[in-house]
């Protein structure tokens, strides 16, 4: 597979995960645009030769859409619409309520630009910019963008043999997953089976041996295994708890940053949740915060029995799947807060007060 089919087959997803109109992939060409104040006497063989990355091309790399009508041989240079906006400040762009009369996006032919209502891009790593729209207005979030950079970084691990051989074989693995975790959360509604299938799925997408996810307790002060991608501490109706200084995932908690262990260096690995936890010795773990209004709520954890690399495709696929395990328990969270707050709510019927004529024709019949 040419590195082209592999750049589609990942936007055609990204189309899916999204519900977008259109993604595209623009990525620099190395042609530079040509000035018009520089003479051409005075363009020295060195110039010429070093290449400002604000001074080239970016042509249209790879496209998916529902119509069809992207421009395939689009080029746009750094600062021209809202692509190239991103190209030159090398930053996020998120627009959910666009005007064509104001700026343009410049991959389209014909008419075909009037149609769309929001865009939203990124900057690729190494250059480039990865974009999406949409024909509704309002489509994209904060989330949604964040989410969308963690592609853009897979993205730039694409190029050249990534594409080739096992590189290409756990790309496909982890797209896929991504697809499958963001049709979850339409498709089951109830916490307790979402995050049965997340972890089921997180095991056997990454290929590490057990996948579990800890949430934090009302007062923070510890933290209970919630789920488990096959049993090994959970017992019928039983959640272990844990202070919140015990282990890798207790530090998780306490310091919001993940931890990746390899274990390739041979060293002696602390324990998830600290001593006294009949655990598997894992020799390879990743631990990732779970964020929610800038607090870590939940710890995913994966272990392996082997010391194993964590490249950063991993490292970038497990990042996309916790944001999305958010998304789940913030709709969750708002759905809960609704159910509480209807049952109080009150029906209130205004009368409009009286105009002042009115009020003066009532007193006088009276």
Request: charged letters at 30%; proline letters at 6%; glycine letters at 8%.
């Given at each position: 597979m040419n590195s082209q089919r592999c750049h589609e087959r990942i936007l055609a997803i990204i189309c899916s995960v999204f519900d977008a109109y259109s993604a595209v992939l623009f990525l620099p060409d190395g042609t530079a645009i040509e000035s018009t104040d520089l003479s051409a006497g005075a363009a020295t063989a060195a110039a010429t030769a070093a290449l400002d990355r604000d001074s080239q091309l970016h042509r249209l790399a790879a496209s998916f859409s529902?119509?069809?009508?992207?421009?395939?041989?689009?080029?746009?240079?750094?600062?021209?619409?809202?692509?190239g906006w991103i190209i030159r400040n090398r930053e996020p762009l998120l627009v959910n309520n666009f005007d064509q009369?104001?700026?343009?996006?410049?991959?389209?032919?014909?008419?075909?630009?009037?149609?769309?209502?929001?865009f939203m891009g990124c900057p690729v790593p190494g250059g480039g910019a990865?974009?999406?729209?949409?024909?509704?207005?309002y489509s994209f979030s904060d989330k949604d963008q964040k989410i969308l950079q963690l592609f853009a970084d897979l993205i730039s691990g694409v190029e050249g043999v990534v594409c080739q051989g096992a590189?290409?074989?756990?790309?496909?693995?982890?797209?896929?997953?991504?697809?499958?975790?963001?049709?979850?959360?339409?498709?089951?509604?109830?916490?307790?089976?979402?995050?049965?299938?997340?972890?089921r799925l997180m095991a056997e997408a990454t290929g590490f041996d057990h996948a579990l996810f800890a949430a934090r307790d009302g007062d923070g002060q510890n933290y209970i295994?919630?789920?488990?991608?096959?049993?090994?501490?959970?017992?019928?109706?039983?959640?272990?708890?844990?202070?919140?200084?015990n282990g890798i995932v207790g530090w998780v908690f306490r310091n919001d940053a993940p931890v990746y262990t390899e274990g390739t260096d041979g060293a002696p690995m602390a324990p998830l949740f600290g001593k006294g936890a009949h655990m598997p010795a894992f020799r390879s773990v990743m631990c990732l915060p779970l964020m929610i209004n800038k607090v870590t709520r939940g710890v995913l954890c994966l272990g392996h029995g082997e010391p194993r690399v964590i490249p950063d495709d991993l490292r970038a696929f497990t990042r996309m799947s916790v944001d999305h395990l958010a998304l789940f328990l913030e709709n969750l969270y708002l759905?809960?807060?609704?159910?509480?707050?209807?049952?109080?709510?009150?029906?209130?019927?205004?009368?409009?007060a009286p105009a002042?004529?009115?009020?003066?024709?009532?007193?006088?019949?009276d």
């Open positions: 529902l119509g069809d009508m992207v421009d395939t041989g689009t080029a746009i240079a750094p600062g021209r619409g809202l692509v009369r104001q700026s343009h996006l410049g991959y389209y032919r014909s008419n075909e630009e009037a149609t769309i209502k929001a990865l974009c999406i729209d949409s024909k509704r207005q590189g290409q074989a756990s790309l496909t693995r982890y797209y896929a997953a991504l697809q499958v975790i963001s049709e979850l959360r339409g498709r089951i509604s109830r916490w307790p089976q979402f995050l049965a299938e997340f972890l295994l919630e789920g488990e991608s096959h049993q090994l501490l959970l017992g019928k109706g039983d959640a272990p708890m844990y202070p919140i200084g759905k809960s807060r609704l159910r509480e707050l209807l049952p109080k709510a009150r029906l209130e019927r205004r009368v409009p002042p004529h009115e009020r003066s024709d009532r007193d006088t019949d």
